[in-house]
């Protein structure tokens, strides 16, 4: 389980007329986290749950892992974009952190990317319990890429 803190920035600007503005940026504004998918095997207790021809894309919730595997000899490398969301205190779910794993492993080749996602059951940074990931699995097809997304999946191990 990840405890980042929230990252929160004050920003001050003197507008002409005298007016003072502060506003502080959104913690979930952080940089899209990519990652380089390292050498695995088949994931093993996760599910694999999204398909497009050309790739595969796994989540396996105990541990966190992100698992692609590129199943065609087409030259093109395979990547697994994940969104995490985090409910807040009152039940209302928020963009908390988003990133790429990519496989340029080549056809038949499993690679995965560790993360470390707040629990679903587990207190998190907005005060409130609940942890949900979507991932799309693309096939980077020079800028036409074909990809496949799965539905929100709650994060309890």
């Known amino acids: ?20 503005f502060v506003t502080m940026a959104s913690p979930a504004a952080a940089a899209e986290e990519v990652d380089k998918g390292v050498a695995s095997g088949e994931p093993s207790g996760g599910t694999c749950i999204v398909e497009v ?3 595969t894309g796994c989540f396996k919730p105990y541990g966190d892992v992100i698992y692609t595997r590129d199943n065609s000899y087409d030259a093109y490398s395979v990547y697994a974009k994940w969104q995490n969301q985090i ?6 779910w928020h963009a908390y952190r988003n990133g790429k794993c990519t496989n340029d492993r080549g056809q038949g080749d499993w690679a995965k ?4 996602f707040y629990e679903a059951s587990t207190t998190n ?8 990931i979507k991932l799309t699995v693309c096939v980077a097809n020079l800028g036409d890429d074909h990809c496949a997304t799965t539905p929100w999946l709650s994060n309890d191990s």
């Open 1 to 20: 389980m990840r405890r980042r803190g929230l990252m929160r920035s004050t920003f001050v600007t003197l507008a002409a007329g005298g007016a003072l």
């Open 53 to 55: 021809a050309g790739a």
């Open 87 to 92: 409910r807040d205190s009152s039940g209302t």
């Open 113 to 116: 990317c560790d993360k470390n």
């Open 125 to 132: 940074a907005y005060g409130g319990k609940g942890s949900r």
